[in-house]
Each structure stands twice: as C-alpha cells, then as structure tokens.
C-alpha cells in the first residue's frame, strides 16, 4: 500500500508575550494564524486531506494542527498529542511514525525544527538541501506499512508552501 507522511513545520510563532512563560507556550503571531490556515487550504486544494494527524503538545503547534484541521474540514478532535514531537532536539521521531496507524493512508505530523528535518533526511537521504520554513509541509511517500518503515525508504515528492 502507498502512505503518504505529511511533516508540517508550525507556523510562525511570536518570541514574547505577556502570557507566554517559556518556550512551550509561544503562540503564533498574527501572520502565523494565516499562515496555518493558508497551508491547511493547500493540503485541502492537492487532496492531501490526512487519515490521522498527531502534534506536537506545544501551544504553537497545538494552534497550527487546529487552524489547518479547520481547513480542512476535519474536527480537531482528530488531533493526538505526542510529547516526543516536543522533546529535545535529539529525540528519534521514528517511533512516532512507527505508531502511526495502521488503517491510515495519509498521515499528518506537526512539529518543530530540527527534529522534522533529521527525519525527513532520515527517511529519503536523496532530498538535497532541504529547509522547512515556518508552515512548510514535506511531503513524503512509500510503499509498505508505518511500522515496518525504515530510514531510506521514502521519496520526497515535494516541499508545499502556502500561498496567502
């Protein structure tokens, strides 16, 4: 079976605010809440419409996963919370997709920099220099199941950028 594995970098996020106690708790900015609602309607014009979509617990990609389910028609209900998508930068994401399941054809994970880049170089080595700006997706493919899934074995199909 083909899956296809969405990686969405939040959007952008503000550096201070008065209710913002520490980094786990930065909100998106006003362009970073168009910005999320704007790659959520992209996914929705390219039939990229996810099966399962997991986040990042923290608030800036809690807000992302929520404008682009929006946008998507999807309740955010749908949304599952992993902390490791928050951990520290060193975590292995791999788990997460492992997890993923089984019945899903088309995933959606939403996270941070640098751990969607290491696993987007992790699962398809050929993708160049790639760069996930704020509210980019990495679209992602292979054949097989998420479990069975291993380092080299998706291509990268694209970068998608929303258009505002």
Known sequence: MTRTLLLLRHAQAGRSHARVRDD???ILTADGQAQ???IGRRLREEGLVPDAIVSSPAERARETATLCCHELDLP???I???K???EDNSVDLMPVVEECPEQARTVLIVGHNPGLERLVR???PDCGNLSLGTARVARLRF???WVDLR???ATLMEVIQAER
């Open 24 to 26: 786990f708790d930065r």
């Open 143 to 145: 054949e097989g199941s």
């Open 36 to 38: 999320a609602s704007a």
């Open 151 to 153: 380092p080299g074995q």
């Open 76 to 78: 955010r209900t749908r």
């Open 84 to 86: 490791r998508l928050y």
């Open 122 to 124: 992790n699962l398809a």
């Open 80 to 82: 599952e919370y992993d």
